[in-house]
């Protein structure tokens, strides 16, 4: 992908498109082509491309629904496949076309049988013949259906495939390689999804609960549809409303964590002290909430929130002044420190007394029982839940109101269409509040109860912007970020490497602490008070989620959510499988930071290729030495002067003479 010839598409591009599409012919071929229903303990009937059904549920009664129109589509899809297959071998123009036409007929697949399988639902809820019970029974085992692999990975391929073959052209080039941060992590969560497979492959028997001996190829038609079971109910909470929210509210703690560690990435620091600095910012917000002065009432709220920042921030600021003191590891420290986070923890809610030279003192944080944990905030220190902050109905119906996520679409597509623009960034953000101001009223009706988000999410959402503005619109983060790349150049430019070092251990330290609000002030275990179950370990997948969103606060969040999302998918697939627990992933998130470590057994070619006008200059030349040095001197003369790094004062002297 380093060089784009405008008559093809690049080599590089062209072989990310065969590949994809072949193993998309492979998918076809190979897995079930759809799913024409699901019964509770994931058998299923299966369609495959070539006409046949396996009916491998309990209910062999069951109607098959007509599959003509799917066929016509899915074999034509196939069609368009071998073309942009052929198309990429040969690196013509076209193949962009074919595969933009191959995404666009598997998706008009996967519509025409969700029509048919809605037909035979509605058809099942016209029928009196039946008993409500037996009806609701076939109602979720015909809404259960859908694609399989035989149409996920055609439309995949062929989305890949499209963009591949835009990059004749230079605007798609440019905005392909801006994506190119992206390659890492999604080789990454590709080849764990990959290893993850085979892991099901290997541990879950077939399920065949229509009680017939399975054939070889029925056999493997029934594990490739586990396969795609197990993986589609991991990623299934984004498609329903109050699923989502419980991702949300588990991807909430993981964001402030991830922002933690990515922030002292971004300065040349390895922060490991996330679940400490987590454990402290919780005490804090415990001891302001249920503690600090009643008569402040709801302002008892940001009294605490900053407490849990405070908490958070001492404690990573302690391992910053010991290593810009003493130049001590940050991440010996920060490990250390979180054992005494942790005994503090302990010993502030785990007894009710404590023996101390002799004499027997009563622990006052404790409240009263067996449980090891605080008393219940004040309730002007809680943070009340996200539905509610945003309910704009009335009469007792919950109506959600649409003004954040127009404010959002309109930030991002403001910035999108101001990019390099002056104040571009202000301007989008004003458009947004008022959009959001005017349609706030507006909501859309919901129907989800008990639902533990709340307004620490919010807060985390302030972080990630706090940490874009200050990390790339400030001149601290400048400076912070000039020490993590080079201490030494940051020092010679007249930046203090040591308070550098200090203020981001100090703010990673707040972010982490921060998340003890989603726990204590936010009430996500249930109550609004300090436990000895919290789960501090979270700051450990924090790395995970660093790692995974390349240290930026857009992938923090993206990771955080996929993390959240497979977390409760994971409910149901140990549900459903009896030998395939949540553990599963567990072992996709050790794998995705595995294969992030490895660099996603990328090419540095592609990952991090030479600038263009050297790949340009070597095109003309041939001369790839002469090109290095026509091209680094031609960039010399046009940039600025270089710092008299490594010259002796004299020098400097006889240059400024002349």
Known sequence: MTHVSHSRPSGDAARIALIACAVAIAGMLLAPLATLG??????????????????????????????????????????SLVA???????????????????????????????????????????????????????????SSGGMNLGLFLP????????????????????????????????????????????VVLIVQPAVNESGLPLTFWNGWMAKADLVYFVYSTLFAP?????????????????????????????????????PGQLTMGAIGAMLVGVYGPSGLGWGLLPL????????????????????????????????????????????????????????????????????????????????????DLLNVGGSGQRTVSIGLLVAAVVFFAGRLLLRGRKYGALIA?????????????????????????????LIALACVALFGTLMWRTATGYALRAVGLSPRAAEYGGISVARGTILAMTIAGAFAGLAGTH???????????????????????????????????????????????????????????????????????????????????????????PPPPLVAETDRTGKPEQASLDSSAAHLERSTPLPNVGQSSEQIKREGDK
């Open 238 to 274: 984004v498609t329903a409303f109050g699923p989502l929210l419980d991702s949300l509210k588990i991807a909430t703690p993981l964001i402030f964590t991830g922002l933690s560690v990515a922030f002292a990435f971004r300065t040349g620091l390895f922060n490991i002290g996330a």
């Open 429 to 457: 953000g004003v458009a947004a509040a008022v959009l959001a101001a005017v349609t706030w009223r507006i909501g859309i009706p919901v129907d989800v109860t008990g639902s533990r988000l709340n307004g620490s999410f």
């Open 519 to 609: 726990y204590v002030n936010g009430g996500a275990l249930n109550e609004y008070r300090l436990t000895l179950n919290t789960p501090v370990n979270v700051g450990f997948d924090g790395i995970a989620v660093a790692l995974m969103g390349q240290s930026t606060p857009a992938g923090v969040v993206a990771s955080s959510v996929l993390f959240g999302t497979i977390d409760t998918g994971s409910i149901n697939v140990q549900q459903k499988l009896d030998k395939v627990s949540n553990d599963i992933v567990t072992i996709l998130k050790a794998l995705i930071v595995l294969f992030i470590a490895a660099g996603g057994f990328l090419s540095r070619r592609v990952t991090d290729p």
């Open 155 to 198: 439309a995949l391929a062929g989305l890949i495939a499209a963009g591949a073959g835009l990059s004749q052209f230079s605007r798609a080039w440019a905005a392909l390689n801006r994506l190119r941060g992206l390659l890492v992590p999604a080789a990454a969560i590709g080849l764990a999804v990959l290893v993850g497979a085979v």
């Open 38 to 79: 699901r019964g509770f303990s994931a058998d299923a009937i299966l369609l495959h491309i070539s006409g046949s059904v396996m009916n491998l549920s309990s209910s062999q009664d069951a109607p098959v629904h007509p599959t003509a129109a799917v066929l016509a589509l899915a074999w034509a899809t196939l069609a």
């Open 304 to 387: 605490s929130v900053l407490a849990a920042a405070a908490g958070g921030a001492l404690w990573g600021a302690i391992p910053g002044l010991l290593k810009a003191r003493f130049g001590s590891s940050e991440v010996i420290n920060t490990i250390m420190l979180n054992y005494v986070a942790s005994s503090i923890f302990v010993f502030m809610i785990g007894s009710e007394s404590f023996p101390f030279l002799g004499r027997t003192y009563t622990q006052p944080f404790k409240a009263q029982g067996s449980n090891p944990q605080s008393e219940l905030l004040q309730e002007g220190s809680r943070l009340p839940p996200l539905l």
């Open 84 to 142: 942009t297959v052929a198309g990429a071998v040969t690196r013509q123009r076209w193949f962009w076309l074919t595969g933009l036409l191959a995404f666009a007929l598997a998706v008009a697949a996967v519509f025409t049988l969700g029509g048919a399988l809605n037909d035979e639902i509605n058809r099942i809820s016209a029928d009196t013949a039946l008993r409500p019970g037996a009806k609701r029974q076939l109602r979720n085992f015909y």
